[in-house]
């Protein structure tokens, strides 16, 4: 299963930035979705995570209130919308895909995205 992350690029502090993941929809339908990143040197964490309902969501810290992910099943395809970016927001964004109806956000990941790079200069 091939998940296509795109929307990554350089933007200034403060600027706003949105990528988009696309999935096939006999997965996206059925998966809980996430945004990890993983800045250089560091491990990759989990951002941001949407049930497959779109009834829950779940935000790290770090991102909360600047960062809103959304999914569209029409077009099978998940959103992570990125506002007032700061330059520790520079990484490489991975979405993933979890098989699960779950609404727990507890998922165990089975599919990963080639990856997109978001670069926030000061």
């Known amino acids: 299963v091939q998940l296509q992350a795109s929307g990554g690029g350089l933007v200034q502090a403060g600027g706003s930035l949105r990528i988009s993941c696309a999935a096939p929809?006999?997965?996206?339908?059925?998966?809980?979705m996430a945004w990890f990143r993983q800045a250089p040197g560091k491990e990759r964490v989990r951002v941001a995570a949407?049930?497959?309902?779109?009834?829950?969501?779940y935000y790290d810290g770090s991102v909360k209130g600047r960062f809103t992910i959304a999914r569209d099943n029409a077009k099978n395809t998940v959103f992570l919308e990125m506002n007032n970016l700061k330059p520790e927001d520079t990484a490489v964004y991975y979405c993933?895909?979890?098989?699960?109806?779950?609404?727990?956000?507890?998922?165990?990941?089975?599919?990963w995205g080639q990856g997109t790079q978001v670069t926030v200069s000061s």
């Open positions: 949407i049930s497959w309902s779109g009834e829950s969501t």
């Open positions: 993933a895909a979890a098989v699960s109806f779950a609404e727990d956000l507890l998922y165990e990941y089975n599919y």
């Open positions: 929809e006999r997965t996206f339908r059925r998966s809980g």
